[in-house]
């Protein structure tokens, strides 16, 4: 990922002022429309392909030759060990459904409050991963494994815990046949790997490191991603950090130029 902004000591009174005014400002009401807007605009994606089973489900199987042709083709190998311990299945279960949002969101918060010089870049990159979701899934839209039949797949969620996406009130939030890239693993990877270049603490650097490397064994093990998502899904989040960082440059140099030529 291109350089973020620099790290200001969590003790230097910018930081603190920066704090301070971080709600005093109200530019955080434009923070969080901006985030319901991109909620409603991935809403309103699921509508243009929720009328395409027929092919989810051929591009799942896809997925899933292409996975046997490389030799990546492991989510049985996961999905044996994790129902081995159904405690943990349950766990992985409920962490699925409820800390992927939750924890994005609490990154972003903690980022706008104590980051600010890092923050902007953090979400326009983020927002740019969203857009090239948002195509990929219209365009490739792809039935989840847990969907897929006589692959030796495990519903855990139905199965184990009882938890049906596809109908009551969570099934709203839910595009069913967007299993590529994995979001899930592109949200864990920028909040993991940003977070540990942010926080100065080995401890807390290490804690946000394992943070993908469990969502990559939740979305795997509870067959809600293949494999082949998780790393669709990183590479969504890095090409948008990169794209964003060469954007971001070219308009800070043209502004720079723009301010060094003379008046005519």
């Known amino acids: 990922m291109p350089n973020l902004p620099p790290f200001r000591d969590k003790h230097s009174p910018t930081l603190r002022d920066q704090r301070a005014r971080s709600l005093s400002d ?3 009401r434009v923070e969080v429309l901006l985030f319901l807007g991109m909620l409603l605009v991935y809403q309103l994606s699921r509508a243009v392909v929720i009328g395409n ?4 489900m051929k591009h799942a199987f896809e997925v899933i030759n292409l996975e046997k042709t490389v030799g990546i083709f492991f989510e049985g190998h996961v999905q044996s060990a994790v129902l081995e311990h159904l405690h943990i299945t349950q766990a992985l279960n409920q962490f699925y459904i409820w800390a992927h949002l939750p924890l994005t969101a609490a990154f972003f ?3 706008y409050r104590r980051r600010r010089t890092a923050y902007s870049f953090v979400r326009n990159a983020f927002f740019v991963a969203n857009g090239l979701a948002l195509a990929v899934f219209v365009v490739f839209p792809v039935a989840p494994p847990r969907m897929v039949h006589g692959q030796g797949f495990t519903d855990t969620l139905s199965l184990i815990s009882g938890i049906d996406l596809h ?4 099934s709203g939030w839910f595009n069913p046949f967007a ?3 994995s979001m899930h693993m592109a949200y864990a990877l920028m909040v993991g790997l940003i977070t540990a270049m942010l926080v100065r603490s080995w401890a807390l650097r290490i804690v ?3 943070y993908p490397v469990v969502v990559f064994i939740t979305i795997v093990g509870t067959a809600n991603h293949y494999v082949l998502d998780a790393f669709a ?3 969504v989040m890095v090409a948008a950090f990169v794209a964003t960082g060469i954007v971001t440059r070219v308009i800070a140099r ?3 130029t723009g301010h060094l030529t003379p008046a005519q």
């Open 179 to 181: 299993a590529v890239p």
């Open 167 to 170: 109908a009551g009130h969570l």
């Open 26 to 28: 109200g530019r955080w």
């Open 53 to 56: 089973p027929a092919d989810a």
């Open 208 to 210: 946000a490191l394992l």
């Open 254 to 256: 043209r502004s720079t």
């Open 109 to 111: 918060i903690w980022l």
């Open 233 to 235: 899904g990183g590479a």
